[in-house]
């Protein structure tokens, strides 16, 4: 009798262990998931120092660019089998690198394929000041910039160690969009959020293009406050930001969202208007900042979505989605934050879902010739977002296996019923 229970209380025990370890290895295989979602290393075989940003030529070439904060630039392939990179441009001896200060934005111009310019964003010392930078690559090499090709375009003091801003990109209408953050300290004790008298704490747009008298770019004519005798700076294309770190214009509807990283308590999504007043330092996000109750909110622009610092400390703007991978989130506009590595999709109507927690430090996004997005982290990888659908095959295989074992466990107690009937 003990016999007749035995070998079915095996077999039992032993489909049990077999569709554990399969459906493990489905886990395993589907890498570091939540939900729908998951984080894949996009270059598994390349490693990078401090990436903070990685960026597209738009040449038709699928070739992508990682900026390292202390002063490179690298180029390798777009595919997931690149072994190498190389550098680009390495201005490390000339770079102030140092907390929230480096090599920080890179921009290709329109016209990058046929004239070789490209723009960079940098923090230099004695004194403290952002530079705006033109290079150009060199001659029949188009993965080697001429390091001695630097044309300064702009030139801006820097009064503290924090707050560089850093992003800058080429509109759809051809100029260069520069962010800059307030200077620094803490709760910009200068008020150059709502001075338009300085460059700090602004949206800037220039046109690379031309010249006008003094400067080595040209003032849009449409700017805001281009003409005016007020002393307001002409380069200003929106003010009243914090840090914008991060921004980015989504290819479908040319608008300029920004990720306004906050003070104590805040963190905010801003679509940018020309000549907007986006509140800093009145307001963080939609709270009363100085004063701190009362403040007097008349034309001041409210932020698209805010959230608070129970869910991270500094977002990290990021893009509006138009690549093909992930269809479910076309339109919506993926982005983070630096410190708890959550990861969201915020709606053109403001309904914002956690895509994933993903424990990484993030420090930007980046999207390819084909929109695909890409996720820069302080651990030196660069990862890519990916359905986390479970692979079909080792499904098949355990539900087999746990029928077949099913099928012979029946098949062995049912001759045992009939053994005992019949002795």
């Not at 907390?99 to 723009?119: I, K, R, S, T, V």
């Not at 914090?242 to 963190?267: C, H, M």
Request: glycine share 12%; aromatic share 12%.
């Amino acid at each position: 009798m003990k016999d007749r229970l035995y070998i079915p209380f095996v077999l039992i025990i032993a489909a049990i262990i077999i569709v554990t370890l399969l459906f493990g290895f489905v886990g395993k295989a589907s890498g570091q998931a939540q939900g729908n979602y998951i984080i894949q290393a996009a270059f598994p075989q390349l490693a990078f120092s401090q990436p903070v940003g990685i960026y597209s030529a738009n040449d038709g070439t699928s070739r992508l660019f990682v900026i390292e904060q202390a002063g490179a630039i690298r180029v390798f392939q777009n595919s997931v089998n690149t072994a190498t990179s190389i550098v680009f441009l390495d201005i490390s001896n000339q770079v102030l690198f140092n907390g929230e200060q480096g090599l920080l934005g890179l921009a290709f111009h329109p016209n990058f394929a046929n004239n070789g310019y490209f723009y960079i964003d940098y923090v230099t010392p004695n004194p403290t000041r952002t530079i705006i930078a033109r290079y150009s690559i060199t001659g029949g090499n188009p993965n080697v910039a001429n390091e001695s090709s630097e044309f300064r375009l702009l030139e801006i003091n820097q009064p503290f160690a924090n707050h560089k801003g850093g992003q800058i990109a080429f509109g759809y209408d051809g100029y260069l969009y520069i962010g800059m953050g307030d200077g620094g300290s803490g709760g910009d004790p200068f008020g150059n959020g709502q001075n338009r008298s300085t460059l700090l704490g602004k949206i800037l747009r220039i046109n690379v293009d031309a010249s006008s008298t003094g400067k080595n770019y040209g003032i849009p004519t449409d700017n805001p406050f281009a003409g005016n005798t007020l002393g307001y700076r002409e380069e200003i294309y929106a003010y009243g930001f914090r840090n914008p770190y991060r921004f980015s214009f989504d290819s479908a509807t040319s608008k300029l969202w920004v990720g306004d990283v906050g003070q104590n308590r805040i963190e905010e999504i801003d679509v940018v208007q020309k000549g907007k007043n986006y509140g800093w330092n009145i307001m963080e996000g939609t709270l009363c900042y100085n004063p701190s109750s009362g403040c007097n909110k008349t034309g001041l622009e409210l932020p698209v979505y805010e959230y608070n610092h129970a869910l991270g400390i500094a977002v990290i703007g990021g893009y509006v989605y138009h690549g093909s991978a992930l269809s479910e989130l076309a339109g919506d506009y993926i982005y983070g934050d630096y410190s708890s590595g959550r990861i969201w999709a915020l709606t053109a109507e403001s309904t914002n879902t956690l895509i994933i927690d993903s424990n990484l430090l993030i420090s930007s996004f980046g999207v390819d010739e084909n929109n695909e997005l890409y996720i820069c982290a302080l651990d030196g990888n660069i990862y890519r977002l990916n359905n986390a659908a479970i692979p079909e095959l080792p499904t098949v295989i355990s539900v087999t296996l746990l029928l077949t074992v099913l099928t012979v466990i029946l098949l062995l107690t049912k001759r045992m019923k009939n053994k005992k009937s019949h002795p």
